[in-house]
């Protein structure tokens, strides 16, 4: 089992920025691979960005260069620095986690076992 909570998100400003924060408990074999998803109004939950074992990172082509993943030092918590948000990053942003490496590499939400509630992230224009 594996709990995970989110936190950090709001309300901003197009061009602002905003860091997303998830804390991790439980089974830790079962969250080497961590990652962010992010869910539109009438849109499926896509892939945003994965870290796997604190090392290697996957993102989006959309988010490319604005935002960063990155763990803390005791690997239990996820964070996502979001730089330069566009109207179009709005959406419910969550924290998952699987076993995986290929979990990470595909950032594929059929791939993930474990999510938390999410955390509502708007941008305005």
């Known amino acids: 089992q594996v709990q995970l909570v989110e936190s950090g998100g709001g309300s901003v400003q197009a061009g602002g920025s905003l860091r997303l924060s998830c804390v991790a408990s439980?089974?830790?074999?079962?969250?080497?691979?961590m990652g962010w998803f992010r869910q539109a109004p009438g849109k499926e939950r896509e892939g945003v960005a994965s870290?796997?074992?604190?090392?290697?990172?996957w993102y989006a082509d959309s988010v490319k260069g604005r935002f960063t993943i990155s763990q803390g030092n005791a690997e239990n918590t996820l964070y996502l620095q979001m730089n330069n948000l566009k109207p179009e990053d709005t959406g419910m942003y969550y924290c998952?986690?699987?076993?995986?490496?290929?979990?990470?590499?595909?950032?594929?939400?059929?791939?993930?076992?474990?999510w938390g509630q999410g955390t509502q992230v708007t941008v305005s224009s």
């Open positions: 998952a986690a699987d076993r995986w490496a290929t979990s990470c590499s595909s950032l594929s939400v059929a791939s993930f076992t474990s």
């Open positions: 439980g089974d830790t074999s079962r969250r080497h691979c």
């Open positions: 870290i796997y074992w604190g090392g290697n990172t």
